[in-house]
């Protein structure tokens, strides 16, 4: 699994920094929803590039994730691969807060995306930091990726779709900004559609599931987590 | 022009690692089988290179010149200068030396329109955009839709049976 693991990070590293400089780069001067259409955009010519790279049909995964003995006795509650999720999620969570808090090339990430022309003023390399952050967004995408296929037991090409949209929902439900917030939403997303598909009907998960989205932003605009900005003028 | 083949062998090899899991190997589960196309990656790297080089030899070399003089240009004169002989002589040099090989091998067709086409229509995005500066018209906002186009219409024309014209409400205006 860590092989498998280490083999999707650094193809996914390799398949974000180059989009970055093909799909991003050229238009970093462009208006917001520019950078947003042509990610759509990406998105749709990787689906299809896998597609017709390999096949439509769905193939069978392995199951990387190992069945622990401890875990025997709270199976029927929480399984070897649910702990596995959960402890990988922890541990890339804290490692990521770290990254962007502690270290240098966090910091630059934090002031390149405050100001960027300003960023540059004070000697930051806003086109590496840029990359860079694409390297470690897909690295952490590949990792969740392995883990979702080892889960699910299936892999096609239109897998990401799925995981893409509940991530962002997620995100924007923590609060967009915050590594923690991001976790917490995606805690709260998976509760609140498992609790919806075991009481009411797994017909209504996703509608519950993005109702409480509607809510939470209309009560907290800024999502769970997030921290409202004043703008001073 | 040793530099840009240079460049471009780089830029080359650099895609046939990026394909590679996923041109390459295919796993049969029917068989249970995996089952080795190199002749993709060699297919991969004969177009990258070729795009690479002709990119940089058509656009790159003069690049930069062409952004200082087109900021000088007439509306009228820069629709000329898009006309002009480079343009031209690029995606005729990119249709021929891409479409060679696809008389050749007919499964490539499929991908080698994709990949032109989608090229053609970036290509064409980024004319509309040069243009709508230009011209200075309240139109920008449409600009995300030229992009769009631009991945969407080839897409577009793959997928559907109707044929190309089917993507054109996607790109075109």
Redesign the interface.
Known sequence: MILAAI?AVI?AS??GY?LEKIAYGP?RG??R??P???A???S??LQ???L????S?F??FPNLIPDFEFMEPVAHIVGSPELVILVTTIVTMILLTLLIKKTKIGKAMRATQQDMSMARLVGINVDRIISMTFVIGSALAAIGGVLVASYIGQVNFYIGLFGRVKAFTAAVLGGIGSIPGAVLGGLVLGWTESFTAGYISSDYEDVFAFGLLVLILILRPAGILGKVRKQKV | MLKNIKQSLIVSAWFVFLTFPLMAVRVNTTEQVVEWRFINLIWVAYETFVLSYFWRFFIGAAGQKDEEALADLSLRELVRKIHSYRTVSLFFSLSSFNFFPAIFYSWLKEWLILFVVSLAFVLFAIVLRKLQFRSQKAEKKRQPEDAHGGYVFPLQSYGCPSGLCSGFPAGVR
Do not use: E, K, R
């Open positions: 083999a193809y390799a398949y180059t238009l462009a208006p929803l520019s947003l259409i042509s759509i955009g990406m749709i010519f299809n590039y896998v017709l790279a390999q096949t049909d193939l069978p």
